[in-house]
């Protein structure tokens, strides 16, 4: 995939349009003429009242709740949230809230957990999920990071509600995590992209799709969005955030990028758009990040400088991005949908001759 022109509209139109007047300086030229410099704006909003959950609330011993994934259901929003415990061993527990902001009612015990006896590829625990609802099955199906003796692998579960879960075990050998499905068929096939990781890091790990009948039996693998190389905020290594997002202009991908640098890694966020026929296809991806980590709650924690979300909702007009910040709390950030897909179509084209 080649990228063919530099995104400078987006930002352009951002600073032009920006409801934060705090998120732009003004200064004078030598003749007088305004102009505004983009100072400190990212597409997507942190909530005020962040983190909205952490370890202290959560009703029985952990050390950390972080990487949660979203849904809507029943009147209420669910977060199925990574919760690590004093042994460093994650299992998943549903939080509901009416307003996706707070009063979160927490289940009294882990929702989904390791279960090495029956599913020996979660003996090291169970990380990341991400939620679709798959409408010709009736149930929510989530893509979830087992970790075996042999490394991370993506695994699959279904719930109609929430309370009650059935494991369809491994679709993805190791080293394979960052998955999530589409919400739609594809020719008949089910599709998923996901981010396996090769040997050598020189190699670079991206963004595949895959396919399937029957949600247990995949093929027709193939890269969709490759790493940038040197000196880029998503070189060498990328991974799929929140489920794709449908959009009349095609399917919104929300990606992490992660730069290695002498004091760590850095998570930042991304977005790329596919075509709505053909995932496959990259129609748009933005170069610069569009959110990064910035306050004091996602540069310091058990990782530091790390936000990563595993969910979205779109409600009405509005985005609610759910992100694990420093691996340690979750956090909430919003955006205008609108301008959100204004702003990926504006960045650059891209094509399949690399």
Not at 47 to 72: M, T
Not at 79 to 98: F, M, P, Y
Not at 128 to 147: F, G, M, Q, S
Request: aromatic share 10%; net charge neutral; charged share 25%.
């Amino acid at each position: 995939m080649k990228c063919l022109k530099v995104c400078l509209g987006p930002f352009e139109k951002a600073n032009k349009n920006s409801r934060r007047p705090d998120s732009r300086r003004e200064t004078r030229g030598q003749e007088g003429r305004s102009m505004r410099t983009n100072s400190s704006y990212e597409l997507f909003q942190r909530y005020q009242g962040n983190p909205i959950l952490s370890v202290e609330d959560w009703p029985y011993r952990a050390n950390s709740v972080f990487n949660a994934a979203a849904a809507e259901a029943g009147g209420k929003t669910i977060l199925l949230a990574r919760v690590e415990d004093l042994r460093g061993i994650s299992h998943l527990t549903v939080a509901r809230s009416n307003d996706g902001v707070s009063n979160w009612e927490i289940d009294k015990a882990p929702s989904l957990f390791p279960e090495p006896k029956v599913h020996p590829e979660e003996v090291w625990g169970v990380e990341d999920p991400r939620i679709t609802w798959l409408e010709p099955l009736n149930k929510w199906v989530i893509c979830y990071t087992a970790y075996s003796k042999g490394g991370p692998l993506v695994s699959l579960a279904t719930t109609e509600d929430f309370n009650s879960f059935e494991k369809l075990g491994p679709v993805m050998p190791p080293e394979d995590k960052d998955a999530a499905l589409f919400p739609v068929r594809f020719n008949g096939l089910w599709a998923m992209l996901h981010r396996p990781v090769p040997r050598s890091l020189l190699l670079g790990a991206h963004i595949w799709i895959s396919f399937s009948p029957d949600l247990k039996h995949w093929g027709g693998h193939q890269e969709v969005i490759h790493t940038r190389e040197g000196g880029w905020w998503d070189a060498n290594k990328i991974g799929l955030c929140a489920p794709p997002m449908q959009t009349k202009q095609g399917w919104l991908i929300l990606y992490h990028g992660v730069r290695t640098t002498a004091s760590g890694s850095i998570y930042r966020l991304g977005l790329a758009l596919l075509d709505i026929e053909n995932p496959a296809k990259v129609i748009r991806r933005t170069d610069e990040w569009i959110f990064g980590p910035k306050a004091p709650y996602e540069r310091e924690g058990d990782v530091d400088d790390v936000v990563f979300p595993c969910g979205w909702i779109k409600k009405d007009k509005k985005i609610f991005m759910y992100y694990g910040a420093a691996d340690s709390r979750i956090c909430l950030a919003t955006a205008d949908f609108d301008e959100m897909v204004d702003f990926v179509l504006k960045c650059p084209s891209c094509d399949s001759t690399d």
